[in-house]
């Protein structure tokens, strides 16, 4: 997920950042095995542009990088970037897909930034209402998020369809709150009912790729900031990682609502179970 990151921020760096990066992209074993001086030698630039790279991609500086990087190198799974083959037996679809989608949770463990996530957190316990806007994959995650957070006694719901999201943007209220989900960030549909959504002062969480114009536009960015390419298997393990991030700060609101919200969510399944029970008695 860093080198996700950096290629999807790649057009946002300057001209002489922009060559670290590449630089890192193209060697990354080598840039964790040397010295900043080597890196800034290998990318034309001085060594203070590396610094200034890395403080930009939200790290405090060449050491902290050099960390994180080390990190995903070492923590990452032979197969994850072997693309699935119409020759491939069962055992290694299942070594691929299942390292690809391990590697994508180790990363997003790893970099994504705790402190954007407690402010997500900090506007949804104090929201009125909670939307979730995505559309096709993405809208797929607003549905099961909605499933999720519906629960937490917070009038919710979700919108895939973008005429209808972009009407109930324009309706939204200050204290309302929009998770706008997207594997892009550039939909124009989605764009153009954010904007609906921050000019009615609402407040916008974005589940999005660093740098993004759809990042650009929320009042918190949680990135998720995944390579795409032509491989239509990505989409699957940017989809795992969406939804992992929906069950963080699904779970971290129901603890922020304290132990009274807590006997309610149990009361709500105990009734379930009783359903479930009765359900299944009907056929016996």
Same mark, same amino acid.
């Given at each position: ?8 921020? !790649?057009?946002? !760096? ?43 991609? $939200? ?31 069962? #055992?290694?679809?299942? &070594? ?6 391990? &590697? ?19 506007? !949804? ?8 806007? $995505?559309? $096709? ?36 209220? =200050?204290?309302?709150?929009?998770? #706008?989900?997207?594997? *892009? ?13 921050? =000019? ?53 609101? #129901? !603890? =922020? *609502?304290?132990?009274?919200? *807590? ?6 399944? =105990? ?12 056929? *016996?």
């Amino acid at each position: 997920m860093l080198l996700d990151s950096l290629r999807t921020q !790649l057009d946002s !760096l300057s001209k002489s950042e922009r060559k670290v990066a590449q630089a890192v992209l193209k060697n990354p074993q080598q840039a964790v095995a040397e010295n900043i001086t080597a890196l800034a030698k290998h990318a034309q630039v001085s060594e203070p542009t590396v610094v200034r790279f890395c403080r930009t991609i $939200g790290y405090d500086g060449w050491q902290e990088f050099k960390l994180k990087l080390a990190q995903a190198l070492a923590l990452a799974l032979p197969g994850a970037n072997e693309l699935p083959s119409q020759d491939d037996l069962a #055992a290694d679809l299942v &070594n691929k897909i299942c390292s690809r989608s391990i &590697n994508t949770l180790l990363d997003l463990r790893n970099n994504l930034p705790t402190d954007a996530v407690q402010r997500a957190l900090d506007i !949804l316990a104090r929201s009125n209402k909670i939307e979730f806007y $995505g559309q $096709g994959t993405s809208g797929v995650v607003a549905i099961d998020a909605q499933h999720k957070f519906f629960r937490s006694g917070v009038p919710t719901v979700a919108y895939s369809d973008p005429h209808i999201h972009s009407i109930s943007a324009s309706l939204l209220e =200050k204290g309302d709150t929009v998770v #706008a989900i997207s594997q *892009r960030g550039n939909s124009a549909a989605l764009l153009r009912s954010v904007q609906l959504a921050r =000019k009615m002062q609402a407040d916008v969480i974005a589940l999005a790729p660093s740098g993004s114009p759809l990042a650009e536009m929320a009042t918190v960015l949680v990135p998720i900031d995944l390579s795409f390419n032509t491989d239509p298997y990505t989409p699957i393990s940017a989809r795992l990682a969406h939804l992992v991030v929906i069950d963080i700060l699904a779970v971290g609101l #129901a !603890l =922020k *609502r304290g132990p009274e919200f *807590r006997k309610k969510m149990q009361n709500a399944q =105990k009734a379930l179970q009783k359903f479930d029970m009765q359900f299944d008695s009907f056929f *016996r």
